[in-house]
């Protein structure tokens, strides 16, 4: 079941085309990544999901209805439809960590101790919670990333939608970012909608991805069947996983009967083994 989609979306800032036409649709409680290049349209396609901004033409449907946009219709839609931007400091405002994350709750007008009680479970879910009275402009900034994601989650929303949720972090950073993520969507069944120009974590996390470019989409399909055409990759200027390249290269080079579709160290491993059997 399809939980967001778009139908022939198109949205221009001024005389400049960001979207053009474009169908797409990301299937409940899965982990989606949308890749493409800088200015494919990645963050503008987020932001009409969200209601953000508004489609110059065509819709978007959530749970199979159009949205509004009235102000109590946005409302009820980014209560279940919660973004978190690629720099947390355009998200984080308030002095303390508590006070940032416990914002969204507020606004729901629900008892103090529910507030109390949701903020101080997406922090501990997060990893945040003895960090709650920290000013949030002291913390790190994969901890922001951390409070930024808190700060959705005290909505208890259906979808999260985050744009580029590992840039500027360290490799374990990148690797405890996508666990909670994963976990989140396991756990309470959300659906996680991502962009990412770290390739090699999408065969890992991903259950589907979208790639588009120019404002359109160009092809969908699972991690295996995405990467398995590397030469679409490449002319949109993207590339396929490095454990995926060097089964390319051992397949095409060294002509050693290998899929090179498999971009997780799991796959891989399946695939030397196969050779070594033989």
Not at 23 to 52: M, P, Q, R, V, Y
Not at 146 to 173: F, N, Y
Request: one cysteine or more.
């Amino acid at each position: 079941m399809n939980i967001i989609e778009t139908k022939n979306l198109s949205y221009k800032y001024d005389d400049t085309t960001a979207l053009s036409d474009i169908s797409i649709s990301f299937e409940k409680g899965k982990i989606t990544t949308l890749l493409g290049a800088n200015g494919a349209g990645k963050s503008t396609l987020f932001l009409t999901l969200n209601g953000i901004l508004k489609p110059t033409s065509g819709t978007v449907q959530f749970m199979g209805k159009d949205i509004g946009y009235s102000k109590k219709e946005l409302k009820l839609l980014r209560q279940n439809v919660g973004i978190v931007f690629q720099n947390p400091d355009d998200q984080l405002f308030s002095s303390s960590v508590f006070s940032d994350v416990s914002f969204g709750a507020m606004n729901l007008n629900l008892p103090r101790e529910e507030v109390k009680e949701r903020t101080y479970d997406a922090l501990k879910r997060v990893g945040m919670y003895t960090l709650r009275d920290r000013p949030t402009h002291a913390l790190s900034f994969g901890q922001k990333k951390r409070v930024a994601i808190a700060g959705v989650l005290v909505m208890k929303p259906k979808v999260i939608i985050l744009d580029e949720p590992t840039a500027g972090l360290d490799p374990m950073g990148v690797s405890e970012i996508m666990h909670l993520l994963q976990n989140i969507c396991r756990n309470d069944h959300a659906t996680i909608i991502l962009s990412t120009h770290d390739i090699d974590v999408v065969p890992i996390y991903s259950d589907f991805v979208h790639v588009i470019h120019n404002g359109g989409l160009i092809s969908s399909g699972t991690p295996d069947e995405i990467f398995s055409d590397p030469d679409l990759l490449r002319q949109h200027n993207l590339r396929l996983p490095r454990i995926a390249h060097l089964l390319e290269i051992l397949n095409k080079h060294d002509s050693f009967d290998v899929d090179f579709s498999k971009g997780a160290i799991s796959g891989a491993r399946q695939e030397l083994l196969k050779l070594l059997k033989r």
